[in-house]
């Protein structure tokens, strides 16, 4: 099993040792600190040597254990980062609901204070890009089948109905996705950013366009390119393992799915550039993307083990620098954060039922990183904290767009 | 028959009589200057004694007859201003489809120059905003029945197929902004700018909420309050005449269908407080209104002459001073540019059909400014020089949102 080379997980930032002495009113104090900056979340506090913070509201929906001093002292000076780096190294303990316990501290949060400012957004140039991609994508084809739909699709799916299956939702995203684009049999559609190559080959096969899919993971590309195989789309279907800003040609639609939350704000513009120099005439487009409400900062502990370089922005910040530039037009947007909530439901469930398979293929340490992470971000799409936008534009001169949605 | 206090018509910029002397070479060279400012443009440019520009082009849609030396030369320094000024005074005529001409114009424009600076909008207090309106929506419902539809709704229709009736297309709109906001009876709506109140009548009527509707126009609000005695929902709905920053209470909805545009960009945050301390916890909103792909001042003729204080906004604008303030989430945009095109067909076709009864209400110069304004926005919308966007929102901490949009 191959990891990205720039993964650091084998050197602990914590101990998960528990402090051998009891703990002292200065430790606390502190904790009692750290509850006061979530002052509504209904979680009870304990320390190592069992000490627990006096509890006054309601059912309490999970309880959060110190193991030791260290991980109780770093998280007030740096608790975005520290929660994450004490959890996954086991120095602290999440007893409860995990997702129930996160929703908890996000609604605490958004009470008590700002959100940290989106103003040294890292620059993603074409290496640090491909780095960042390698970083998450490349920890192996075998890793992702484990609890990803049959598919192989990483980006939220659209339930019908709540309770349709995963499978058949990532299936109607896709649907969804080539309706909205209005694709017709014959049209020239390009991919930035195309994971395992399921969009691309569903468009060719389903649709009967041909497809120019860019990705820069290799593990994902080759992937890709056996199944086009496979199928007998390598025809119609070319994987390009390549930069987006490399995109050449021009097309009648194009589309990325989960790809512009990995470009940095400050390569918005170059993105747009590529956009605008890739659509015919009468060319559409659609991006999809996990975004905020308002501006903000990717939390720094997933920037640092889940995914570097990325950056979730507002509505305002994709429109001024991408599109408007280019005077392309907003034709229709969808917001469907709770229908990322219900996918990483799914993600998560299967997850931690092959979480004994991922132990063996990485440690315990990445199991409970990646148990985090999607426990979190389910708990972000539930709370409001992220939100998932499809955003279909076209330019402004051209009247080839649907009359009605139902077109 | 009451007119705006403040118009001006009967002060005539521009006189319609034609040159007496033969135009000059000088003549003939401004002529061009002006051609070549929109040079793709397939029109034919007459000057007052016969003489017209050499034409290359295809098969031109119309020609642009100059009058006098004045309109003339006043198109050089000042053609945003003066084209409406000559125009509507008679110093230029505009022969030919005047729709199809100006949608020549507006693509020609898009080519060559950039927009004007949207730096120095006005700030409209209550006194301007109330002056504004007034200005406009008190011309007399008597003229606005004579090519308004049936239940006078003077915002963008929403058309089912292209060739639904006007009256239909109205319905329709009123419909889909209630199912939009997913109106359940019992429930509470404020509506800021409620024009005739048709959609005040409507929402109560078919999906039995109780409404206050706020609007500053007297002559509307006066419409309104009999038309809801008449129908017997006097008692469900609620016409106030006054200004949005004074709407009081908590909604389960807040809408707006045709005020933004009214309301300057510099008011917007205080706009935006208003929605915000409208809405209750689980409370959504929807905002309709005129836009732009990007930021620029609306044409200076149309404020002076048509919409004074008017202000067109791109969706950043919007989403960063009314929305993003609050933690508002957006939670679905849909442009309806065409069926504005359409919606002001409809509106101008009668217009013309009225024209004599609109002379005699007014005079012929009233009814060349609102031929001009109807063809214009007409061509705009057609042209995509100016969008049509429906906004939904609710709080971001509200999960009672749709699940789909077919909820």
Chains 1, 2 share one sequence.
Not at 149 to 174: G, H, N, V, W
Not at 276 to 291: A, K, N, P, Y
Not at 333 to 346: G, K, M
Request: proline content about 5%; aromatic content about 12%; hydrophobic content about 40%.
């Amino acid at each position: 099993m191959k990891l990205g080379d720039a993964r650091v997980f084998s050197v602990p930032t914590f101990s998960s040792d528990s402090a051998p002495r009891a703990s002292t009113p200065v430790d606390r104090w502190v904790a009692g600190r750290i509850r006061a900056s979530v002052p509504s979340a209904r979680l009870r506090f304990v320390l190592w040597d069992g000490f627990e913070l006096p509890y006054a509201g309601d059912a309490p929906v999970g309880t959060i254990v110190f193991r030791n001093r260290r991980a109780l002292f770093s998280w007030v000076w740096n608790p975005d980062l520290n929660f994450g780096e004490a959890y996954m190294f086991g120095a602290v303990d999440l007893q409860g609901d995990l997702v129930a316990m996160l929703c908890e501290i996000y609604r605490a949060l958004r009470r008590t204070r700002p959100r940290e400012k989106a103003s040294s957004q890292p620059v993603n140039d074409e290496r640090a890009a491909r780095e960042n991609v390698h970083r998450h994508y490349d920890l192996g084809n075998d890793f992702y089948r484990l609890w990803l739909d049959r598919e192989m699709l990483y980006t939220c799916a659209y339930f019908p109905s709540a309770d349709a299956t995963l499978e058949d939702a990532q299936i109607a995203k896709m649907d969804r996705v080539c309706r909205k684009l209005k694709l017709e049999p014959g049209e020239r559609v390009v991919e930035a950013g195309c994971g395992w190559g399921s969009l691309a080959l569903f468009m060719a096969k389903q649709y009967g366009v041909s497809v120019r899919a860019f990705n820069v993971s290799s593990e994902q590309i080759a992937y890709a390119r056996a199944r086009a195989k496979a199928e007998g789309l390598a025809g119609q279907v070319e994987f390009v393992e390549d930069d987006y800003r490399n995109v050449r040609g021009q097309y009648d639609a194009f589309v990325s799915v989960g790809m512009l939350e990995h470009v940095g704000l400050g390569d918005y513009q170059a993105f747009g550039s590529v956009v605008e120099r890739s659509l015919t005439g009468e060319g559409r487009g659609l991006l999809h993307f996990i975004g905020r409400n308002q501006p903000g900062a990717l939390n720094p502990w997933i920037r640092r083990r889940i995914f570097p370089g990325a950056y979730p922005p507002a509505l305002p910040e994709v429109f001024e620098r991408v599109l408007q530039p280019w005077n392309l037009s907003v034709l229709d947007v969808e917001n469907l954060r709770l229908h990322y909530a219900s996918t990483l439901d799914h993600w998560r469930r299967r997850f931690e039922a092959a979480s004994d398979d991922v132990a063996r293929m990485f440690d315990e340490t990445f199991v409970r990183a990646w148990r985090l992470y999607l426990a979190g971000s389910q708990a972000a799409f539930t709370t409001g904290t992220m939100q998932l936008f499809q955003v279909v534009f076209a330019r402004g001169a051209s009247n080839e767009i649907p009359w009605t949605r139902l077109d």
